[in-house]
């Protein structure tokens, strides 16, 4: 990102198999399973408020990973994605690029913006949104933190700012701004307080690295964290996490000794990329709980 030149590019695509698939996230609404062949739908019409139909929608799908960055083809002639969703979702042949975990799975189409959110009843997450999004994005509370970063990139109108980790509509990440791979950079997160009470961030969702729909050699040309070292700003207490190489959505559980309405998030490793020395975030999300 940050060297330029003039060269010719050749992307050699690893396109691969998943093998081992088997999640299933489920809200009041519908529960989605996901394996290596198949996605199925249980959605719930709601009888009264203790017992409900199941609607279920099978489709077989097809996975491949190019660059690290998984894909998922299916044939959608259901309404599962309407659920949460608007606008409808046309029936079709589908390939969207798939960040998922057992409490997350985003669907981005070719244009970098999502088509499909699901997140667990019991994930208590904030994220930004603006007036404009569609009802899936905003169900959960207007953002209640506030989110910035000891340094931040910008390259020509493109501005990888800090804000960027709450932005689960749109892939476009946050990265560092100094002169090398970025060690010892810090993201802060302050939950602001309303109504007399504020949220304590017990948890962070954390998709890693550079996600575009179009580009996923980007992932592996960026740097991507590997290891680092959150602060509990208010006790000095810290904790040290490891992240695996992978754009999926990893869980991280704080279990500070008290809670934390104030944290940082420091850069103490990080993977390095192929071609620059930029380390790359997609999304950093934190789970709270309310305090009073």
């Known amino acids: 990102m940050k060297k330029r030149g003039l060269f010719f590019l050749i992307v050699f695509c690893c396109v691969a198999s998943i093998y081992g698939i088997d999640i299933r996230v489920s809200t ?23 017992s409900y139909n199941s609607v279920i929608e099978e489709y077989p799908v097809t996975w491949e990973i190019v660059n690290n960055i998984p894909y998922i083809s299916f044939n959608y002639n259901g309404t599962f994605m309407d659920v949460y969703n608007a606008p409808k979702v046309l029936h079709g042949n ?79 990440p946050y990265a560092e701004g100094v ?26 969702y954390i998709s890693n690295g550079f996600i575009d729909y179009n580009r996923p050699h980007l992932f592996e040309y960026n740097n991507r964290l590997k290891k680092v070292r959150v602060h509990h700003i208010e006790t000095n207490e810290y904790k040290d996490f490891d992240l695996q190489d992978t754009p999926n959505i990893q869980e991280f559980v704080l279990n500070f000794n008290s809670r934390a309405p104030i944290i940082e998030i420091e850069i103490l490793e990080v993977y390095k990329g192929t071609r620059w ?13 309310e305090m009073r």
């Open 179 to 204: 002169s090398g791979s970025g060690i010892g950079e810090k993201i802060r997160i302050e939950s602001r307080k309303t109504d007399n009470r504020f949220d304590a961030i017990y948890s962070l």
């Open 28 to 50: 009041h609404d519908i529960s989605i399973h996901l394996t290596d062949s198949m996605m199925t739908a249980d959605i719930h019409e709601w009888i009264n408020d203790y």
């Open 277 to 289: 020395d930029d380390t790359c975030v997609n999304l950093l999300i934190p789970g709270l709980f």
């Open 94 to 172: 589908k390939k969207y690029l798939v960040l998922f975990s057992s409490n997350f799975l985003f669907f981005y189409d070719e244009n970098n913006n999502i088509v499909y959110s699901l997140v667990s009843g019991l994930v208590s997450i904030v994220y930004s949104y603006s007036s404009t999004d569609t009802y899936h994005e905003r169900r959960n509370v207007p953002s209640s933190v506030s989110i910035s970063a000891s340094t931040e990139l910008k390259e020509n109108d493109t501005f990888y700012s800090a804000a960027n980790l709450l932005l689960s509509n749109k892939l476009i």
